[in-house]
């Protein structure tokens, strides 16, 4: 099985600017999650989504937003670019809770991630 | 809240010298820890799922333990590529999602 692929790899964008970024989950996983990290801060959790729908929302502010397809597929936008948006944004995929997983659990699979660099 | 603390935040190993690596948690309703090695610039590669204290899973020279309150990634004697950010996260379900928490990871270097 193919693994989870993000694209770009790489962008480099200037403050105000808005970006999106892509991400395809394995086949067959319908939860997509959306992460960034920083060497700061670590790996924090920016949104879930599920048949198209966001489960869960960490703590960011409205400038970060995304959207899932119905092909599991989702995408995550950022606008107006600040300087402190520069990470590592990582997605990552898992099955349907319940369908695969031991006790409801399913792993999450990371993709390779986005380099965002705002200047 | 939920709170995952790995130790040590950096580690230094000569090749062949065998250590451990800690990952303490905070959580009500734990239904699943979980191990990732990270490279630099890359996305997290899963290791390992733990589901229930008292459990272990073995890969390679990697071994890893849960307690009720802990988990502990045992690597026996490591070659050079075994250096990495080992991340430690758990998982718990709160009202019909499962919430995962990350630790900030440990990082390795195997110095041959």
New interface residues.
């Given amino acids: 099985k193919a693994g989870?692929t993000?694209t770009p790899r790489y962008l480099i964008k200037t403050r105000g600017q808005q970006v999106t970024l892509s991400c395809s989950p394995i086949s067959g996983h319908r939860s997509v999650?959306w992460?960034q990290q920083t060497p700061g801060q670590?790996?924090q959790?920016l949104f879930?989504y599920?048949s198209e729908t966001q489960?869960?929302k960490g703590n960011f502010p409205g400038r970060f937003s995304g959207r899932q397809f119905s092909n599991s597929r989702s995408e995550m936008n950022v606008s107006t670019l600040e300087l402190g948006d520069s990470a590592?944004y990582?997605c990552a995929s898992s099955a349907t809770?319940g369908t695969s997983?031991?006790?409801?659990?399913?792993?999450?699979?990371?993709?390779?991630?986005t380099?965002l660099l705002v200047l | 809240e939920d709170q995952v603390t790995q130790s040590p935040e950096a580690l230094r190993l000569q090749e062949g010298e065998s250590s451990s690596l800690n990952c303490s948690y905070t959580v009500s309703g734990l239904r699943g820890l979980f191990w990732y090695r990270q490279d630099p610039g890359k996305g997290p590669e899963f290791l390992f799922t733990l589901y229930s204290a008292g459990e272990e899973k073995e890969k390679e020279r990697l071994k890893a333990t849960l307690t009720k309150k802990e988990s502990f990634l045992h690597i026996t004697a490591p070659k050079p590529e075994d250096s990495a950010t080992y991340l430690c996260a758990v998982q718990a379900n709160r009202g019909g999602y499962q919430k995962v928490t990350f630790g900030t990871g440990t990082k390795l270097q195997v110095i041959p």
């Fill in positions: 989870v993000q999650s992460y670590g790996l959790f879930e599920f489960r869960n590592l990582l809770p997983g031991k006790m409801g659990v399913e792993t999450q699979y990371f993709g390779p991630g380099r």
